[in-house]
């Protein structure tokens, strides 16, 4: 019954410095999303993917990499870290349509110094 | 293009008090409806949703919300507040059934005592 894992829980990295986040689900959804969370701006899509191989761009993709290599897995990489990435990172999945809504990680605190 | 406005940034309320929380959504098209709850250090949680149907729509913790269509609204109530709903409230809206959700910069509701 663990719906959505998000590893690490907090992390700081120096400017400059790449990482991993990793998302994982065992809900069997097709749907899974990135998104950052900032102070006054809610929750903005980083990238997103709609089934095991795809990947597509959000609103926000810019520094960032996906992959959804396995369908329960959603990568996030950060090749090199900057300031303005400081932000909670946020992974959700769901299942195809509208009747579910989504299922969000408890996030990822990430500082970039 | 699609957008949420939640017209208020912080909401302060005393315990047993009612609560509106404010939404307005853009959309020349139907649209689908959501309210979800972050509680301190937690990820989001689906409170209610709107799809079709009857206006007012039930959720959970005693929440509920009603679908404005002339006005463009889907204002989140509680009739007596506890401490316990303190948290983190957003809406969001789908623009159709496949379509990524888009989310409401947040309002945060505080509970006094």
């Known amino acids: 019954n663990a719906g959505v894992t998000q590893t690490p829980k907090f992390r700081v990295l120096k400017t400059g410095q790449s990482m991993t986040l990793l998302c994982a689900q065992d809900?069997?959804?097709?749907?899974m999303y990135w998104y950052r969370q900032d102070p006054g701006m809610g929750l903005r899509l980083i990238h997103y993917?709609?089934?095991?191989?795809?990947?597509a761009k959000g609103e926000v993709p810019d520094g960032y990499n996906v992959s959804r290599l396995k369908k329960q897995n959603f990568l996030l990489g950060l090749e090199s870290a900057a300031p303005s990435q400081t932000s909670v990172y946020f992974c959700?999945?769901?299942?195809?349509?509208?009747?579910?809504?989504?299922?969000f990680g408890s996030g990822t605190r990430l500082t970039v110094v | 293009a699609q957008s949420v406005t939640q017209l208020d940034s912080q909401v302060p309320v005393f315990e047993e008090a009612p609560v509106e929380l404010r939404c307005n959504y853009s959309s020349s098209v139907s649209v689908y409806l959501f309210w979800y709850v972050q509680y301190p250090n937690q990820g989001l949680q689906l409170l209610l949703k709107?799809?079709?149907?009857?206006?007012l729509v039930k959720g959970i913790n005693g929440f509920e919300a009603e679908f404005n269509k002339s006005q463009t609204s889907f204002h989140l109530r509680k009739p007596s507040v506890h401490i316990s709903d303190t948290a983190e409230y957003f809406c969001a809206s789908m623009k159709t059934s496949y379509d990524k959700v888009i989310f409401g910069p947040g309002t945060s509701l505080s509970v006094i005592p």
């Open positions: 993917s709609v089934g095991e191989g795809t990947t």
């Open positions: 809900m069997n959804h097709e749907y």
């Open positions: 709107y799809l079709s149907g009857s206006t």
């Open positions: 959700a999945s769901s299942y195809w349509g509208v009747n579910y809504g989504y299922t």
